[in-house]
């Protein structure tokens, strides 16, 4: 109860910023109106609707790492948390608290550009619901590198890593604009060993119903999470020792 208290305080915290939250729902949306316009301006397929969705969604959940980041950044720059930490609320509730208000919130994301993807082409049917649920552990993932970077740096700072990096990040090395087979080398190599890409990959295989394909790169999303999430939770809990020394 006390985790679900919590989490209902950052939830209205989110909530308190509508401006920033719908610009983290709908960039995405107008990147997905942008490119599918292009796409029906030339004559080879660039972004077909199937491909592009699915990318889309995945980068549109790297916006929920700054919300997550600054979130709890935020509350270290006062007093708030300091004042948390005598309750009896361990690392991993605190940090449970700020991920549950934001996986709604990256469901909806998701949801609403599957539901602008049907509008420009995309088909509806059972593997949208398995994409969405595939989209899940992407989602915590981000989360997980938000908390992770919050729980380091200020407020300003995680805006340039969550914000700027993070997001350029993904928008290079997931795949989603275009085959990294086409550069290849170590940057496909680079892009390989990090989870955007296999996120990407993953749901694809999901909107297209290539299920045997889903699990091996689902499974390096899952792992990748994991560890963000069990490091978030590291970190924070020798913040929380270091300030109540």
């Given at each position: 109860?006390?985790?679900?208290?919590?989490?209902?305080?950052?939830?209205?915290?989110?909530?308190?910023?509508?401006?920033?939250?719908?610009?983290?729902?709908?960039?995405?949306?107008?990147?997905?109106?942008?490119?599918?316009?292009?796409?029906?301006?030339?004559?080879?397929?660039?972004?077909?609707?199937?491909?592009?969705?699915?990318?889309?969604?995945?980068?549109?959940?790297?916006?929920?790492?700054?919300?997550?980041?600054?979130?709890?950044?935020?509350?270290?720059?006062?007093?708030?948390?300091?004042?948390?930490?005598?309750?009896?609320?361990?690392?991993?509730?605190?940090?449970?608290?700020?991920?549950?208000?934001?996986?709604?919130?990256?469901?909806?994301?998701?949801?609403?550009?599957?539901?602008?993807?049907?509008?420009?082409?995309?088909s509806v049917n059972v593997n949208l619901l398995l994409a969405l649920i595939i989209l899940i552990p992407a989602a915590i993932l981000f989360i997980a590198i938000g908390l992770l970077a919050g729980s380091l740096l200020t407020d300003k700072q995680v805006g340039g890593v969550c914000g700027a990096l993070l997001t350029n990040l993904v928008a290079w090395l997931s795949g989603t604009w275009f085959d990294l087979n086409l550069v290849g080398g170590a940057f496909k190599t680079a892009a390989n060993a990090l989870p955007f890409v296999h996120a990407v990959d993953a749901a694809r295989a999901a909107v297209a119903g290539d299920y045997a394909l889903i699990l091996p790169h689902l499974l390096w999303v899952i792992a990748y999470a994991v560890v963000i999430l069990s490091l978030a939770i590291y970190v924070f809990n020798e913040k929380m020792r270091s300030d109540a020394k």
């Open positions: 109860m006390k985790v679900l208290a919590f989490a209902s305080r950052n939830r209205k915290e989110l909530l308190r910023d509508p401006l920033n939250l719908a610009f983290g729902i709908g960039f995405p949306v107008v990147l997905l109106l942008l490119l599918s316009a292009i796409q029906s301006n030339v004559p080879v397929s660039l972004f077909k609707i199937r491909s592009l969705a699915p990318g889309i969604a995945v980068f549109g959940l790297s916006f929920i790492s700054l919300f997550s980041g600054m979130l709890i950044a935020k509350d270290r720059s006062t007093s708030f948390l300091i004042r948390l930490f005598a309750s009896p609320l361990s690392a991993s509730n605190f940090i449970l608290g700020y991920t549950l208000p934001l996986l709604p919130m990256a469901i909806v994301q998701s949801i609403i550009c599957f539901i602008v993807s049907y509008f420009l082409g995309l």
